[in-house]
């Protein structure tokens, strides 16, 4: 194929085609690169900058960033691994997320990750800020105290649902996930079976009575570290 | 159909039910009701063809726009730092009193609104602030009973204006009180010129000559990060697109900058002269100002001299004759928001949404406003552009630095005595500004503004250039009888304050950074504190998305390599091992509440 192309992760030459972002390319040769906003069937936006790698000396978001011909990046840096570590700790201080409690724990990718990287506790400081939770919904719960601002639900409503249910509000600390109804969710559009209801990362976005149908012990991340699928691939 | 409902599709008629007009759309609805009110939202959504929660999402991110009833009048007091050392605080406790009411409230009477705002471009003649769209600049606690009495009385705040500043500032489509303060001219923008000399040269040569000579010139951006504006051009030329843009990014936001509000009153022809020479060189047919909401008092004034250049030809079809060139220029006003300073944001604020960045791949100059190849320029860089034309490219590139090259517009303010414009050649030295400037008593420089750096006299002998003391003009003075740290903490509000929230490290980096920096002021601090302060500062440095998060860390990183010794005075330990942050007391409070008694071992 004439769009084919080698790049090198961590010094190890790999396969990739034109088009493709740097994370699609490690993806297909095996190579975890941690992520939490990016989902396969949706736009990349590089938000949480977990996925942060260095090309060509300069850091970007290899779920945004396109491969280049002869591409040298890095992944797995001391300081690559100390940056996102922070930057996991900073999602867990800026929310309330007590995941002894919450339906979403080992299907969870955010404390999958946090697994993943060895946090016990986070270094930061708790902000415990006042979140709302909307459960006016017949059969979806939102609970803000859980949201990371990963705008998947936004990108799924719009980008596979063919809808507009949800959309960023506010700015800086206060920004959060605003809903296209009058008041709440409930006057929304969005139906259960929407794909925006089931690509939530985190226990945001809740579908009810369902909660622990797969008990605790027997979920995905409990099986296996989160990244296990991909690193599969080629082994 | 009710009145709201009416004047609503009014405004969205106006602007043909466009949703890349959003922003105009709802800030007309912030001025008929004094606020965007909630039950609108639904109701503007339809009529521009969008839905409710992209509208909530557009009022929700810009300061200057509110879902909550505000006053007729709208006080907004200017919060920035140099303001505050120079009576703003005293200034704004007058008005509390004068009002009787504290900041973000409104007049028992629903009249009279009360906020803070983040630095409004008048760090020269501190402290100022803004009633509705006029400026008042130069305030003391003395002069608030008057001017509320007078509000009062008479709500258009054009009435508080006994006298004009100079210049253009007296022309009557401005009367605003505001100064120039230009204190040297040099011999690129504020020396006088030849009116339209560069544009008509341009006329004669083909564009890629223009983007040569631009190339040749070594102009670099002016707005800070000093990219090659000849090669912005030539890439916005080259990629596909048959619409191309030409935006002007007046949305000078960097606390203590005050350069583009004194070219946009002074030199507005050779701004627009200098983006008529752009649109040829990439053949761009539309053009946009985008204009701070602060700056909305020179609106009308610019809309004139468009219309004026319109009328002599300098704007429009065949500019001077020269058939198929064809360019015109509209205003986009901002809503308060520092973020739209970044290219990309002040893109998405242009096409009607919230001013989130977007990736930087693919750049502006392949798809940008409207998808489309898009040159966006500082105002400055484009009043030397206009001037390159005239001169050449060599008179211009003998000016300056080889790596800078050209003048540089510096706002001085602070504590000196004569703040205000200066434009010196690039490689001009620190303290020669700061002689000029009359500024003896110096500890501490903010090169650049807070997302530059904070430099001590060991960098005072250093220039004024990208390769050494780099600023898009920004030049705030603090002398030994301030608190560097308490400047240090201001910049971080600032970042807090105006962070999009987009990616994690800036939304949540910059709170943390804030929070431990108090702490540190307090005197609760450790040396571990510090090493955290600079480890979290890298990560937020490193890891953000824009140039906001990758600069917002830059007061406590340069402070902490700069001013080590304070932040060291302030960590000592006290030799009791114990954690200076952690108050005993406080921590059994609640306690003690609950069960009715006090501690037997802690108490007072």
Not at chain 1, 105 to 129: D, H, K, M, V, W
Not at chain 2, 231 to 247: E, F, H, I, N
């Amino acid at each position: 194929m004439s769009d084919a192309i080698k790049i090198k992760i961590d010094g190890k030459e790999i396969e990739a085609r034109l088009g493709q972002t740097i994370m699609q390319a490690a993806d297909e040769a095996g190579i975890y690169i941690p992520r939490l906003c990016a989902h396969p069937d949706l736009k990349p936006i590089g938000s949480c900058r977990v996925c942060t790698v260095v090309v060509d000396g300069r850091a970007q978001a290899a779920c945004v960033k396109p491969v280049m011909e002869g591409m040298e990046i890095m992944n797995e840096t001391p300081e690559l691994l100390q940056h996102r570590r922070n930057i996991i700790d900073m999602m867990f201080v800026e929310g309330n997320h007590f995941c002894m409690f919450c339906e979403k724990s080992g299907n969870c990718e955010l404390q999958a990750l946090a697994y993943r990287f060895g946090i016990t506790a986070p270094q930061y400081p708790y902000q415990f800020p006042e979140k709302d939770v909307d459960a006016t919904h017949p059969d979806i719960m939102l609970d803000h105290n859980r949201c990371i601002m990963c705008a998947r639900c936004v990108r799924a409503s719009q980008e596979l649902d063919g809808k507009n249910v949800f959309q960023s509000i506010g700015r800086g600390f206060e920004r959060k996930i605003g809903v296209d109804g009058e008041r709440a969710l409930g006057d929304t559009d969005m139906a259960v079976t929407d794909k925006a209801a089931d690509i939530c990362p985190v226990g945001c976005i809740i579908k009810k009575r369902v909660g622990f149908e797969v008990p605790v012990g027997k979920r995905i991340y409990d099986k296996e570290p989160i990244g296990s699928d991909i690193e599969g691939v080629k082994s | 159909m009710s009145t709201m409902t009416s004047k609503i599709e009014q405004i969205c008629a106006r602007y043909d039910h466009d949703r890349a007009r959003l922003m105009d759309i709802v800030r007309e609805v912030q001025e008929a009701f004094d606020h965007v009110p909630r039950e609108a939202f639904g109701l503007i959504a339809e009529h521009a063809g969008t839905h409710r929660v992209e509208v909530e999402s557009v009022v929700s991110f810009y300061s200057f726009l509110s879902d909550k009833k505000q006053g007729d009048v709208v006080i907004r007091l200017c919060d920035d730092i140099i303001d505050r050392f120079q009576g703003g605080d005293e200034v704004g406790e007058t008005l509390c009193k004068a009002l009787n009411i504290n900041f973000d409230e409104t007049t028992a009477d629903g009249n009279i609104t009360l906020e803070k705002t983040a630095c409004i471009g008048m760090s020269d003649q501190a402290p100022a602030m803004m009633v509705n769209d006029t400026v008042i600049t130069n305030l003391t606690p003395e002069k608030i009973p008057a001017i509320i009495e007078q509000l009062k009385a008479n709500p258009d705040p054009q009435t508080l204006i006994t006298e004009v500043g100079d210049g253009n500032n007296a022309d009557p489509l401005v009367q605003a009180m505001v100064k120039n303060n230009i204190c040297e001219a040099g011999p690129v923008i504020l020396s006088d010129y030849r009116k339209d000399a560069g544009l008509r040269k341009t006329l004669t040569m083909t564009p890629e000559e223009v983007i040569e000579d631009v190339k040749t010139s070594g102009l670099r951006g002016r707005g800070g990060a000093g990219f090659l504006t000849g090669l912005k051009w030539a890439l916005t030329r080259s990629s596909p697109g048959t619409d191309k843009y030409v935006l002007c990014n007046a949305d000078e936001g960097e606390p203590g900058t005050f350069k583009d509000r004194v070219l946009l009153t002074e030199r507005a022809d050779l701004v627009l002269e200098g983006m008529t020479i752009a649109a040829y060189a990439i053949g761009a047919e539309t053009g946009i100002i985008y204009l701070r909401a602060e700056y909305a008092y020179l609106r009308a004034f610019l809309e004139d001299k468009m219309n004026q250049r319109r009328a002599a030809n300098l704007l429009g079809n065949n500019i001077l004759g020269k058939e198929g060139f064809n360019f015109d220029v509209r205003i986009q006003m901002g809503a308060g928001a520092y973020v739209c300073g970044e290219e990309t944001s002040l893109i998405s604020s242009c096409e009607g949404t919230r001013g989130d960045p977007t990736d930087r791949t693919p750049f502006p100059v392949v798809k940008g406003y409207m998808v489309s190849p898009t040159a966006v320029n500082n105002v400055e860089s484009y009043c030397c552009a206009a001037r390159i034309a005239d001169m050449g490219p060599g008179w211009f590139s003998s000016i300056g630095t080889g790596k800078s090259t050209g003048t540089k517009l510096l706002s001085v303010c602070g504590d000196c005595a004569r703040p205000g414009i200066y434009e010196v050649p690039f490689g001009t030295r620190l303290s020669d500004i700061l002689e000029r400037a009359g500024a003896d008593d110096v500890a501490c420089v903010c090169v650049g503004g807070p997302s530059g750096q904070m430099v001590g006299p060991a960098q005072f002998g250093l220039g004024i250039s990208y390769e050494e003391l780099s600023t898009g003009g920004s030049m705030m003075v603090f002398s030994n009888q301030r608190d560097i740290l308490e400047v240090t903490e201001a910049f971080m509000e600032f970042f807090v304050d105006e962070s999009c929230g987009y990616c994690v490290p800036c939304r949540v980096g910059n709170v943390l950074l804030k929070n431990r920096l108090e702490r540190v002021r307090k005197g609760e601090g450790s040396q571990g504190d510090l090493d955290y302060l600079q480890r979290l500062g890298e990560s937020v440095k490193y890891t953000s998305r824009c140039g906001l998060g990758q600069t917002s860390p830059n007061p406590v990183l340069s402070t902490l390599k700069n001013f080590r010794p304070v932040y060291n005075a302030l960590v000592k330990d006290n030799g009791s091992g114990m954690n200076k942050s952690f108050n005993i007391m406080k921590a059994v409070e609640e306690a003690s509440a609950i069960a009715g008694r006090r501690s037997e071992i802690f108490h007072a």
